[in-house]
């Protein structure tokens, strides 16, 4: 990753930290982290419920709501700081650009406009076009989205649909104005896994077709190995290891990342009982000094618990925030 | 048992998609509730009834409202007078008659201003939170926290006794509830994904209010029309027996009773009859408000 220059990279999220403002104190949902997303891949970004994943990209989209505040950093896009552009440019931005698809396919439509009404509108929004044609063009979308019987779709309201079908939609919807950049969170985690492995097949088809970026956030592994170039697993708002999607799965170095392969049930192990990773995400408010996964690490050292390690990097494309690594060595 | 043989032939007429289709719409639902529920099936036929005769006021009254006719004060109900006449021998009969245009104007047009504002507000104060929540939540509860026919006396004497002040009133008095209905609503529906996705592909804030969050509340905010005409009417009545509603010589209901609590011992019907038409279209509005509401809000279904 890193011996790539400035210019491979559509996204780049330098250090930012974002922190909500609580009546019990400040919580760091997202403690300096720096992600790149180069042109045309897919970028996944793993971790556990609460670790900061979704926040970090409602920062990119400046979706954040009261008390959330990125308080740091920069967010690049395109050569262009997001977190300075202001509430027009960046709604012109979203959309157009910079879209997104939700993880609840069920809710993500407004129940009372017809799927077709809904796509429209978020082309009409961008694009000076009038209503025949931007039905056309939808009818379009939804055949590219492998949505069957498009022009009867078109007029069906969200709970007509199945919610693979709602999902292509939003899909649909989000690629409506061929953005650079689209962020999934969890897309496929309220389908069931032959409709997964379609909409995950769907989303790379679009961008190889497109050279669309992809930023996947999710907490399962099998999507992360099915459809990801590269890949950050973030623990309690930090990144704990990043690297490429063959060495992640073949050599996983940070002890978390470890645990996450771990419990991953497979068939044919002797094992009986899964492994599952002691104790829980820790609290935001009250983060352990140290390493913030040291409570819950099997290798941790008396360094663990009292210093914070930094991301050392092991590899040209990976680094890992663990003393282990600290001399490069593993 | 008869229970279980009626749920088999349902199924065996189940067409899954159009019932699916149809279990969502609006129109469906009342539909539905004239058929189960038939309080507010009859309710809703008097109401049609009584705007029919309010519009035709002329046609439907024996006699004409104002005339007077001092010979025969206070007479009982007769052939010629069907509920007697009153203390200037006007016809009580066509005076209700009459009196019903007022009333339904009243029950309307302020509860239908008074939603507008209340909605707009409510909107902008669920939608947006903050300082301009606070503001106009502090502004309806001040409403709120005075006694509303009070306040609506108040006004009156303020403003001064005539027909479009009461409207305005009604619509300060009113206003509020509207507001906390609809920004309750904007509150909960804001956190949905679709109003997040909606953000998430730049649509602006205003047509997020008007376009996404309205049409999702538009079903309670029919259920609260329907509640809120009563509260309207019964208001007029009670300020125009008051004497700060309608003002002689103009039949309203309100200032009949007021007129008739008189004789309310010599002659009661001049006094019962007004108040037994207020009853009447009081008690229709709230079997139909409360008809839609079990059929539209999901939650009040058993």
């Known amino acids: 990753m890193s011996e790539m220059s400035n210019e491979q990279f559509l996204l780049k999220i330098n250090n930012i930290k974002t922190h909500f ?7 760091p949902a997202v403690d300096g982290v720096t ?24 920062s990119v989209l400046g979706l954040l709501q009261r008390p959330g505040k990125t308080v740091e950093g920069s967010i690049e896009f395109n050569g262009r700081n997001l977190l300075q552009l202001n509430k027009a440019q960046m709604r012109k931005l979203r959309g157009n650009e910079i879209s997104m698809i939700f993880q609840e396919p069920m809710t993500s439509l407004n129940p009372v406009y017809t799927v077709g009404k809904q796509v429209s509108e978020a082309i009409t929004i961008h694009e000076n076009i009038s209503k025949e044609e931007a039905k056309s063009k939808v009818i379009e979308i939804f055949k590219n989205v492998g949505i069957p019987e498009a022009e009867k779709r078109f007029n069906a309201y969200p709970h007509q649909l199945s919610g693979g079908l709602r999902q292509r939609v939003m899909i649909g919807m989000a690629m409506s104005c061929s953005p650079k950049l689209l962020i999934a969170d969890e897309p496929t985690t309220a389908l069931d896994v032959t409709i997964e492995a379609q909409i995950l097949h769907l989303m790379r088809e679009l961008r190889d077709k497109n050279h669309t970026s992809i930023m996947m956030i999710t907490h399962n592994l099998g999507v992360v190995a099915e ?28 002890p978390y990342t470890e645990g996450l392969m771990r419990s991953i049930p497979r068939i044919h192990s002797k094992n009986t009982r899964l492994y599952s990773i002691k104790g829980v995400v820790p609290n935001l408010l009250k983060l352990p000094k140290g390493c913030r996964f040291s409570p819950r690490c099997d290798k941790a050292t008396k360094k663990c618990f009292t210093q914070e390690p930094e991301l050392y990097k092991i590899d040209n494309n990976h680094s890992v925030r663990c003393f282990l690594y600290e001399n490069g060595v593993r | 048992m008869s229970e279980c043989t009626e749920t088999v032939t349902e199924i065996e007429e189940y067409d899954i998609e159009s019932e699916i289709a149809e279990n969502d719409n609006i129109f469906y639902k009342i539909k539905n509730m004239i058929r189960t529920n038939k309080v507010a099936a009859i309710s809703g036929l008097l109401i049609i009834f009584i705007i029919i005769v309010a519009i035709f006021a002329p046609v439907f009254a024996p006699h004409d409202p104002y005339a007077i006719d001092l010979l025969s004060r206070l007479k009982g109900p007769s052939a010629e007078h069907l509920l007697g006449t009153d203390e200037l021998g006007r016809d009580v009969l066509s005076r209700i008659i009459y009196g019903s245009r007022v009333s339904l104007f009243v029950g309307l047009v302020p509860t239908l201003l008074s939603m507008i504002i209340g909605t707009v507000l409510g909107l902008i104060s669920g939608y947006f939170g903050g300082k301009i929540d606070f503001v106009i939540m502090r502004l309806a509860d001040v409403v709120l926290a005075f006694p509303s026919l009070l306040l609506a006396m108040v006004i009156m004497y303020t403003l001064g006794a005539s027909t479009f002040n009461l409207f305005i009133a009604l619509t300060i008095i009113n206003w509020a509830g509207t507001a906390r209905v609809v920004r309750s609503q904007a509150m909960s529906l804001k ?10 592909i730049g649509v602006k804030d205003s047509v997020i ?16 029309f329907t509640t809120n005409i009563p509260g309207a009417i019964l208001s007029e009545a009670n300020l125009s027996f008051l004497g700060v509603g309608a003002q002689p010589p103009e039949a309203s209901w309100g200032l009949m009773v007021n007129n008739g609590k008189k004789f309310l011992f010599t002659n009661p019907i001049v006094a019962l009859a007004p108040g037994i038409a207020i009853l009447i279209i009081v008690l229709t509005f709230n079997f139909l408000g409360d008809g839609l509401r079990d059929a539209i809000d999901p939650y009040m279904k058993e």
Do not use: W
Not at chain 1, 21 to 27: A, L, Y
Not at chain 1, 35 to 58: F, Q, R
């Open chain 1, 35 to 58: 992600i790149e997303i180069p042109y045309g891949k897919i970028i996944g970004i793993v971790g556990e419920s609460g670790c900061g994943k979704s926040v970090t990209s409602l």
């Open chain 1, 227 to 254: 459809i990801c170039d590269y890949v950050y697993v973030m623990y309690a708002g930090k990144v704990m290891e990043q690297t490429d999607i063959n060495e992640l799965f073949e050599k996983p170095c940070h």
């Open chain 1, 21 to 27: 403002f609580t009546k019990r104190g400040i919580v």
């Open chain 2, 191 to 200: 956190e949905k994904e679709f109003i997040e996705a909606a953000k998430s």
């Open chain 2, 209 to 224: 209010m008007f376009k996404h969050l309205l049409p999702n509340c538009l079903p309670s905010l029919i259920v609260l």
